[in-house]
């Protein structure tokens, strides 16, 4: 069945660190998204990547899918306390019908 | 428009009660879903709708869960009879396309069931 990988499972870093958060699939993924939560709150939506090679920024975070489109890797730069949450990858499924995973998350801490 | 709003936020039972969750989705969405967190199986889906109707609950772990959507502003998920496996957050989401990066997602029910 397919999964989503998470690396690594936590994450504590000293504020203004860089990090980098790692989403692997066994399979091609027709979308990867990804998603913060913070502790007991719902997602919410960061960034979707669907092409091969793609790359995309939203302040201090960037995302990027490779070429074969099975790993997604999230990369902080200059962590702030306000990064602190979890971190989730998702993909859609290519089947027949709806199918949606999510990893099982990353927690990060950042330490003023 | 406040967003999914579920209820409770917290609730904490015993084994063997009945335990209602309820969702109010964004006015307009098409499409709720679901879902159950957990630190060992972390996000899953238990079901979604389309316009009121359920079409997928594959993921409804037994038949000691229900869901019901009698209009497009309500939802509930049931557990009857609870179990202390069962305690988890419960995440309901909305949304006006089919794929989960149009979603909304709640803030969640915390679930403890002792």
């Known amino acids: 069945s397919q999964e989503l990988e998470q690396s690594p499972q936590s994450l504590i870093v000293q504020e203004g660190k860089n990090l980098t958060i790692n989403c692997t699939s066994s399979k091609t993924l027709y979308g990867l998204y990804w998603y913060k939560q913070k502790y007991g709150e719902g997602l919410i939506f960061l960034m979707m990547?669907?092409?091969?090679?793609e790359e995309k920024s939203h302040e201090k975070i960037t995302a990027k899918l490779d070429e074969k489109k099975q790993q997604s890797s999230l990369h902080i730069t200059a962590s702030q306390p306000s990064h602190a949450g979890i971190y989730l990858c998702?993909?859609?499924?290519?089947?027949?019908?709806?199918?949606?995973?999510f990893g099982t998350g990353t927690r990060l801490k950042v330490l003023a | 428009d406040a967003g999914v709003i579920q209820s409770p936020r917290h609730e904490v039972t015993e084994m063997g009660q009945e335990v209602t969750l309820r969702c109010k989705p964004i006015s307009g969405h098409d499409y709720l879903f679901w879902y159950r967190q957990t630190m060992m199986r972390g996000l899953e889906l238990l079901i979604y709708f389309n316009n009121n109707v359920p079409i997928d609950d594959s993921g409804m772990p037994e038949d000691r869960f229900s869901a019901k959507m009698p209009n497009a502003s309500f939802s509930t998920l049931k557990i009857q009879p609870s179990e202390p496996r069962d305690s988890a957050v419960y995440f309901c989401?909305?949304?006006?396309?089919?794929?989960?990066?149009?979603?909304?997602f709640g803030q969640g029910t915390r679930l403890t069931v002792v």
């Open positions: 989401a909305s949304s006006s396309g089919l794929s989960v990066s149009e979603a909304f």
């Open positions: 990547l669907q092409k091969g090679g």
């Open positions: 998702g993909a859609d499924i290519p089947s027949g019908t709806y199918k949606y995973i």
